[in-house]
């Protein structure tokens, strides 16, 4: 059974920084891409950013070009999401989770989700 726990989320100031980890179990984690998503209160879950089962591609969504960085470390199963320049817009509740390819990344095809770390960004 897989399962993904998401760490590292907390309240910071407009134009800080954070680094959030997933570490994942229960996969043949080079196996998969990984990404990030987020939720804000009374929006849809949105993709934030994906990496592939090597590392070597990256893929980003728009509003967090430039601003965030996500990297995996596959001999300890765990995923990164460095945010840099916060803006309040970046407060949601962020969730990892891992895919076959950048198409379900981006279409957001899991069946499950784990419980997600919360980022607050205040201004």
């Known amino acids: 059974q897989v399962q993904l726990v998401e760490s590292g989320g907390g309240l910071v100031q407009a134009g800080g920084s954070l680094r959030l980890s997933c570490a994942a179990s229960?996969?043949?984690?080079?196996?998969?891409?990984m990404g990030w998503f987020r939720q804000a209160p009374g929006k849809e879950r949105e993709f934030v950013a994906g990496?592939?089962?090597?590392?070597?591609?990256?893929y980003y969504a728009d509003s967090v070009k430039g601003r965030f960085t996500i990297s995996r470390d596959n001999a300890k199963n765990t995923v990164y999401l460095q945010m840099n320049s916060l803006v309040t817009e970046d407060t949601a509740v962020y969730y990892c989770?891992?895919?076959?390819?950048?198409?379900?990344?981006?279409?957001?095809?899991?069946?499950?989700w784990g419980q997600g770390t919360q980022v607050t960004v205040s201004s």
């Open positions: 989770n891992a895919g076959n390819s950048i198409g379900t990344m981006k279409s957001l095809s899991f069946g499950s």
């Open positions: 229960g996969l043949t984690f080079n196996n998969y891409h």
């Open positions: 990496i592939s089962g090597s590392g070597a591609v990256r």
